[in-house]
């Protein structure tokens, strides 16, 4: 799944480790998740929407769109 | 602007050099391929040869693992390899002494195969240990400066933990496990005794109940998919190898199935299943 995350972070001046303590999961999940290497959870996903403050369609997108 | 700390780890250099190391995993080679053949004597004409290969199989994963970028899963690895090495290697060692004074021959003059494998065996557990103080893993961990997550540093804790206890139980057997015939009787199906194997199995059993449900369930999704992906390969590993080795036996084509070589080769496909899905 695509996402933006990479970009929102990078806007903010967040490092992967600094956004990994702010989810609350390891810098290698922040990683695999920005390259697409991994798909988060519903509740991971709801946890980013919320620290970025926009909605999720905002950051992750079907690839088939 | 561009963010900090990203990815810092994959520019960070390797600590050992593949060229040096390789020299110092030759050395473990020789050493344990020298103590086979001198150790059985008394074993089927395959066996050397299968226990060689093994071996080469293990440095040769130590050396291959070098030669991919510097990163923590490949630090741990080989940190874990080497320290698995080093534990064979000393434990070897106190059973060749332990044999010496058993038969009452310490004061000599002791056979020239006991003096090759007890001098072959503390070699390699030297080299061992020296290459894991020269990798230096824990810099891995203090060097990098980033910040962890509550659930991170726990989970890492409780991993800790878990090798720790099921670390004392192994060294344990490993010490205790004591045979006449073979130096080496970890493996073996040999008497261990009762308190001994009461110590191992109970921090066996503590030891996996910490990591298979407490760091399970404190670990983050993403490294919960990985040890999914552990438990799967080594699961389907197993369930697949058993049943025909099983039949082989029974047709006489191989020995009987040995429980902790199937289990050493399924916790390694495990572990490179893990690496792979944490890494990729």
């Known amino acids: 799944m695509k996402n933006r995350l990479k970009v929102l972070r990078a806007e903010r001046n967040w490092s992967q480790a600094e956004l ?5 999961v390891s810098r290698q999940a922040v990683n695999a998740i920005e390259t697409g290497k991994h798909d988060p959870s519903l509740q991971l996903v709801f946890r980013i929407a919320r620290l970025f403050e926009i909605p999720i369609e905002e950051i992750f997108n079907d690839a088939q769109e | 602007m561009m963010p900090r700390n990203e990815d810092m780890h994959e520019d960070r250099p390797a600590r050992l050099s593949p060229a040096a190391l390789s020299v110092l995993l030759g050395i473990i080679a020789v050493c344990f391929s020298f103590n086979d053949l001198l150790v059985a004597k008394t074993s089927r004409a395959w066996q050397p040869l299968g ?14 693992l070098l030669k991919l970028k510097p990163s923590r ?5 080989v940190s874990m390899m080497l320290g698995i090495v080093a534990l064979a290697g000393f434990a070897v060692t106190v059973s060749v002494v332990r044999t010496l004074v058993a ?11 006991t003096v090759c494998v007890f001098a072959s065996n503390l070699l390699i557990g030297v080299v061992a240990i020296w290459s894991f103080l020269w990798l230096k893993p824990w810099k891995e961990w203090k060097e990098s400066g980033e ?4 659930s991170t540093q726990k989970a890492r804790n409780l991993l800790a933990l878990s090798g720790m206890v099921c670390g004392a139980g192994s060294v344990a057997l490993y010490f205790g496990a004591f045979s006449k015939d073979r130096p080496s009787a970890f493996f073996s199906n040999s008497p261990v005794p009762l308190r001994i194997a009461i ?7 503590l030891g996996q109940a910490i990591n298979k449900w407490w760091w399970y369930f404190s670990a983050d999704e993403h490294q919960r998919k990985a040890d999914d992906v552990c438990n799967l ?25 040995n429980a902790m070589l199937l289990w050493v080769v399924a916790v390694g496909a495990g572990a490179i299943g893990y690496f792979w899905r944490r890494s990729r």
Do not use: C, E, H, Y
């Not at chain 2, 226990?51 to 291959?64: C, D, E, F, R, S």
């Not at chain 2, 025909?244 to 199935?257: D, F, H, M, T």
């Open chain 1, 20 to 24: 990994a303590l702010r989810l609350d």
């Open chain 2, 233 to 257: 390969v080594s699961w389907a590993l197993f369930f697949t190898v058993t049943p025909a080795w099983w039949v082989a036996a029974r047709a006489g084509l191989l020995p009987q199935p």
């Open chain 2, 73 to 77: 899963p490949k630090v741990a690895a």
């Open chain 2, 51 to 64: 226990v060689l290969a093994m071996n080469l199989l293990m440095v040769g994963a130590i050396w291959g």
């Open chain 2, 147 to 150: 910040p962890l997550s509550p």
């Open chain 2, 103 to 113: 038969t009452k021959t310490l004061s000599g003059p002791w056979p020239w195969q």
């Open chain 2, 199 to 205: 110590f191992a199995i109970a921090s066996w059993l």
